[in-house]
């Protein structure tokens, strides 16, 4: 069974730093591209990051980029987030998802919550 | 890039109608979309990827339809477990754009 299992959500003021990790398990995860995804409270879906299956290649949100940077460690089945310089709009749950072989989305972890404010 | 918008933002029909959410890309896609389900705090659910492709699992009165930039998410007899907001997503390449979504309630 496929489990993503988010952590490293939490409390930060604006222009701190947080790191996400997403420990996935049930599923070969160097053969998967990964991402996040996230839903600011009452809004709908952010694709934020994408990693491809070696780490070679990432792809961020306009409104993330140079900001976050996403890597994993295929050795740890672990995906990670690394958010610079929050914002109080970064405020959201932040999801881990596994890509079902192409780019979508086949299982969302339960998600992290991130609250960026003073 | 290309933006993903989606009609209605919300309905309202009753038990056992035929629902239908459009989706519509500002330039071509081909296939390459999915869509989503997310019911009342819950964590999305992938329903549907290559336009039309029915994830295991999922009820065969869900089913999609289109190519390039209009896209149909149709459930042919509305349950009341299929009270959700509805995601269509732009998968062919990045930024891999969600819609705005569309809220489905029963009437």
């Known amino acids: 069974e496929v489990q993503l299992l988010e952590s490293g959500g939490g409390l930060v003021q604006p222009g701190g730093s947080l790191r996400l990790s997403c420990a996935a398990s049930?599923?070969?995860?160097?053969?998967?591209?990964m991402s996040w995804v996230r839903q600011a409270p009452g809004k709908g879906l952010e694709w934020v990051s994408t990693?491809?299956?070696?780490?070679?290649?990432?792809y961020y949100a306009d409104s993330v980029k140079g900001r976050f940077t996403i890597s994993r460690d295929n050795s740890k089945n672990t995906l990670y987030l690394q958010m610079n310089s929050l914002r109080a709009e970064d405020t959201a749950v932040y999801y881990c998802?596994?890509?079902?072989?192409?780019?979508?989305?086949?299982?969302w972890g339960q998600g992290t919550l991130v609250t960026v404010s003073s | 890039d290309i933006q993903m918008t989606q009609s209605p933002s919300s309905l309202s029909a009753s038990v056992g109608d035929r629902v239908t959410i459009t989706c519509r890309a500002s330039?071509?896609?081909?296939?390459?979309l999915a869509w989503y389900q997310q019911k009342p705090g819950k964590v999305p659910k992938f329903l549907i990827y290559?336009?039309?492709t029915l994830q295991s699992g999922v009820p065969s009165r869900f089913s999609g339809s289109g190519s390039g930039t209009d896209f149909t998410l149709t459930i042919s007899s509305l349950q009341p477990e299929d009270v959700a907001t509805y995601y269509c997503?732009?998968?062919?390449?990045?930024?891999?754009?969600f819609g705005p979504g569309t809220k489905v309630d029963i009437k």
């Open positions: 290559a336009a039309s």
């Open positions: 049930g599923f070969t995860f160097s053969s998967y591209a």
């Open positions: 330039q071509g896609i081909s296939n390459y």
């Open positions: 997503q732009k998968c062919n390449s990045a930024p891999f754009t």
């Open positions: 990693i491809s299956v070696s780490g070679a290649n990432t």
């Open positions: 998802a596994k890509s079902n072989g192409g780019w979508a989305f086949g299982y």
